[in-house]
């Protein structure tokens, strides 16, 4: 289910009250959506600008053509350092063509399945704690890393990754 999916079960499970979320996730992601009914809506701005923690593991020496696992995998060889740079503060970012970001008024990911070429518009987005956990694999097996990220809104983890080399 999407974010949008989840609140419009709520909003008709509960007879039509005004409904939203506090964020989403990518569909394969798991985690916590906040989902805020009547007059708690008015608190979403507020939920919005607290900062976000996120688990992830990357597979490392290797490229996605949507940044996940979902995308075409490209096996390169090529990994990052052990620890790789991980940027902290204020970071330009540019989020996955596979991205709900509206371009011209449509989702990135509907434009991209497409086959449509166009440019991700690059934002500032703060990234308050950036920690690799742990990093395992090799001889023979592929090598993946596990990550802590503490970030303000509108961050893309998978975009975060992808900078880091060739890793998703």
Request: glycine share 12%; with cysteine; aromatic share 6%.
């Amino acid at each position: 289910m999407t974010s949008h999916d989840v609140v419009a079960a709520v909003r008709r499970s509960l007879g039509g009250v005004r409904t939203g979320h506090a964020g989403t996730l990518d569909p394969f992601a798991t985690g916590l959506l906040v989902v805020l009914v009547g007059r708690a809506t008015k608190s979403q701005r507020a939920l919005m600008e607290l900062p976000n923690r996120y688990r992830t593991v990357a597979r490392l020496g290797a490229v996605s053509s949507t940044g996940d696992t979902e995308g075409e995998i490209t096996d390169t060889g090529r990994l990052p350092p052990d620890p790789p740079a991980m940027p902290t503060g204020e970071v330009r970012q540019r989020p996955p063509m596979h991205s709900a970001v509206k371009i011209e008024g449509e989702r990135a990911y509907r434009r991209a399945r497409r086959g449509e070429q166009f440019e991700m518009p690059e934002r500032i987005v703060t990234v308050h704690r950036f920690e690799q956990l742990w990093r395992r694999g090799g001889a023979g097996e592929p090598q993946t890393a596990a990550f802590e990220i503490e970030c303000g809104s509108g961050t893309y983890v998978r975009s975060l990754i992808a900078a880091l080399g060739d890793a998703y």
